[in-house]
């Protein structure tokens, strides 16, 4: 008989927790190219993503596969080194698998942060805007089918998907280092073409600042377990007719490498004073 999703998360816990002390308080996902900050970490243990049950295996360049646990000052810290996309072929639950096991390990925050293409002319490649809000456009929600109770309710609130608390907190982090990022709505589309022209207009029309390919599923399954989101886009290039030149991953893969260091700085400041600015505002019984 096939295992539950919430057994194949539990699954996946137990050999983590046998191999690591360590509890960890914040959720760290790294987009593409955006590895950086996992070098940071102190105390650290590293797993592949083919070692842990049920993980799927990484097929897109800039994106290692690897968990590494560790700290970040007092930090306990878990941090996925590369994400399952959608258009890999994955299902859903397969994509936002690593993210429920995060929560499960006791994560009540995650930052997740994103390669995306600039729609709003004030953003230009090597940008860092904080998501504000998301469209999904992906053509499929990650709750859809049955609820697990243990993970949170059938119907999650998605008001305020991205903490005003972590904004307010990363905003105040940025201008201590003298950066002023931009905040804004992200699309998520399904790809992986890139956007249209047409498409991008169309984007900017439904109020869209940046678009990508990822983000909104683990944001939204977050939720759904009563984690704070925050969620942190590298503008990697400008979208499609917005630019001069066709789009290709290796320029997104080197833009991102350029803001990685920036990138890495701003979450090493930050995710330490993550827990301790008072009480979480994530709502619901809390990952189990």
């Given at each position: 008989?096939?295992?539950?999703?919430?057994?194949?998360?539990?699954?996946?816990?137990?050999?983590?927790?046998?191999?690591?002390?360590?509890?960890?308080?914040?959720?760290?996902?790294?987009?593409?190219?955006?590895?950086?900050?996992?070098?940071?970490?102190?105390?650290?243990?590293?797993?592949?993503?083919?070692?842990?049950?049920?993980?799927?295996?990484?097929?897109v360049?800039?994106?290692?596969?690897?968990?590494?646990?560790?700290?970040?000052?007092?930090?306990?810290?878990?941090?996925?080194?590369?994400?399952?996309?959608?258009?890999?072929?994955?299902?859903?639950?397969?994509?936002?698998?690593?993210?429920?096991?995060?929560?499960?390990?006791?994560?009540?925050?995650?930052?997740?942060?994103?390669?995306a293409?600039?729609?709003?002319?004030?953003?230009?490649?090597?940008?860092?805007?904080?998501?504000?809000?998301?469209?999904n456009?992906?053509?499929?929600?990650?709750?859809?089918?049955?609820?697990?109770?243990?993970?949170?309710?059938?119907?999650?609130?998605?008001?305020?998907?991205?903490?005003?608390?972590?904004?307010?907190?990363?905003?105040?982090?940025?201008?201590?280092?003298?950066?002023?990022?931009?905040e804004?709505?992200?699309?998520?589309?399904?790809?992986?073409?890139?956007?249209?022209p047409?498409?991008?207009?169309?984007?900017?029309?439904?109020?869209a600042?940046?678009?990508?390919?990822?983000?909104?599923?683990?944001?939204?399954?977050?939720?759904?377990?009563?984690?704070?989101?925050?969620?942190?886009s590298?503008?990697?290039?400008?979208?499609?007719?917005?630019?001069?030149?066709?789009?290709?991953?290796?320029?997104?893969?080197?833009?991102?490498?350029?803001?990685?260091?920036?990138?890495?700085?701003?979450?090493?400041?930050?995710?330490?004073?993550?827990?301790?600015?008072?009480?979480?505002?994530?709502?619901?019984?809390?990952?189990?």
């Open positions: 008989m096939t295992p539950s999703l919430y057994e194949r998360v539990q699954e996946a816990v137990r050999f983590i927790r046998a191999r690591s002390a360590i509890s960890p308080e914040v959720g760290l996902v790294l987009g593409s190219g955006l590895g950086a900050v996992a070098e940071r970490l102190t105390d650290v243990l590293v797993l592949d993503y083919g070692d842990i049950p049920h993980f799927p295996p990484v097929t360049a800039g994106h290692p596969g690897r968990l590494w646990l560790g700290r970040l000052g007092a930090t306990a810290v878990a941090v996925l080194q590369g994400r399952f996309h959608y258009y890999e072929g994955y299902s859903m639950e397969e994509v936002t698998f690593p993210v429920r096991v995060l929560g499960a390990l006791g994560a009540r925050e995650l930052i997740v942060t994103n390669a293409g600039g729609i709003n002319l004030r953003l230009r490649p090597g940008s860092l805007m904080l998501i504000a809000d998301h469209l456009l992906m053509g499929v929600n990650p709750l859809r089918g049955p609820n697990e109770e243990r993970f949170g309710p059938r119907f999650p609130d998605m008001t305020a998907v991205y903490s005003p608390r972590l904004r307010a907190l990363a905003r105040e982090v940025a201008r201590e280092m003298g950066l002023t990022p931009e804004g709505v992200y699309a998520a589309v399904s790809g992986p073409s890139y956007e249209t047409a498409e991008v207009r169309m984007l900017r029309q439904l109020g600042d940046a678009v990508g390919m990822s983000t909104v599923p683990e944001a939204i399954v977050a939720r759904h377990m009563g984690m704070e989101v925050l969620g942190i590298v503008i990697a290039n400008m979208a499609a007719g917005i630019a001069d030149r066709p789009l290709r991953h290796e320029d997104v893969l080197e833009a991102a490498a350029r803001a990685a260091e920036l990138l890495a700085e701003w979450l090493a400041r930050l995710i330490p004073r993550v827990r301790a600015h008072g009480i979480s505002e994530s709502s619901g019984e809390g990952p189990v």
